[in-house]
């Protein structure tokens, strides 16, 4: 059973940064293309960035400038780079396969955006 496991969230001011790691248990992230998903209050979960095993990225158009995504895969781990943070950012931020999310989610991180 693979877990996922987000870090790196917290409390940041508007116009801040912020950088999230998934990691995994096995190595499965070297053969998946790996998301990164967020789920504000009330709304539903959705797509912020992926990439793929090749290291083709793409982006919700929110996030386009903003936000890097990268993956390290003798580390086994995936990475958010999130900067020009906006209140409207705030949720809380999941790993998992793209495009379909296949394995358990994990526990999230929270990411407040607010002066």
């Known amino acids: 059973q693979v877990q996922l496991v987000e870090s790196g969230g917290g409390l940041v001011q508007p116009g801040g940064s912020l950088r999230l790691s998934c990691s995994a248990s096995?190595?499965?992230?070297?053969?998946?293309?790996v998301g990164w998903y967020r789920q504000a209050p009330g709304k539903q979960r959705d797509l912020v960035a992926a990439?793929?095993?090749?290291?083709?990225?793409n982006y919700a158009g929110s996030v386009k400038g903003r936000f890097t995504i990268s993956r390290d895969n003798a580390q086994n781990t995936v990475y958010l780079q999130m900067k020009s943070l906006k209140p409207e950012d705030t949720a809380v931020y999941y790993c998992?396969?793209?495009?379909?999310?296949?394995?358990?989610w994990g526990q999230g991180t929270q990411v407040t955006v607010s002066s």
């Open positions: 990439i793929t095993t090749g290291g083709s990225t």
């Open positions: 998992n396969r793209f495009p379909r999310p296949g394995f358990d």
């Open positions: 096995g190595s499965i992230f070297s053969i998946n293309a």
